[in-house]
Nanobody, 121 residues
Framework: QVQLVESGGGLVQAGGSLRLSCAASGSIFSINAMGWYRQVPGKQRELVATMISASRTNYGDSVKGRFTISRDSANNTVYLQMNSLKPEDTAVYYC???????????????WGQGTQVTVSS
């Protein structure tokens, strides 16, 4: 019923920039928060950035000052602007949304399929 569609991943050189997008669609009643997480093989999925409102954002320690999260509430879309990329940023980046559907009274977390970001040395 609900789908998160990600785009913008790819290959970039160290020091470069990349912009990820994620659009939520379906029978959505309301979205409490949207954000980005990343994961590499053999390691736990970790927080990159989340946004509840324009004044309430959270960033992982390793990306603070380099990445910026933003939202377009009219289109249920979240963005991640990634600057000064490092090889250690290489991972699969997953979009996340905490939302209610039109058929539920409960907030539920939904995940996108993930998009690969590779940063070369």
């Amino acid at each position: 019923q609900v789908q998160l569609v990600e785009s913008g991943g790819g290959l970039v050189q160290a020091g470069g920039s990349l912009r990820l997008s994620c659009a939520a669609s379906g029978s959505i009643f309301s979205i409490n928060a949207m954000g980005w997480y990343r994961q590499v093989p053999g390691k736990q999925r970790e927080l990159v950035a989340t946004m509840i409102s324009a004044s309430r954002t959270n960033y992982g320690d390793s990306v603070k000052g380099r990445f910026t999260i933003s939202r377009d509430s009219a289109n249920n879309t979240v963005y991640l602007q990634m600057n000064s990329l490092k090889p250690e940023d290489t991972a699969v980046y997953y979009c996340n949304a905490d939302l209610r559907t039109l058929r539920s009274s409960w907030y539920v977390n939904y995940w996108g399929q993930g998009t690969q970001v590779t940063v070369s040395s």
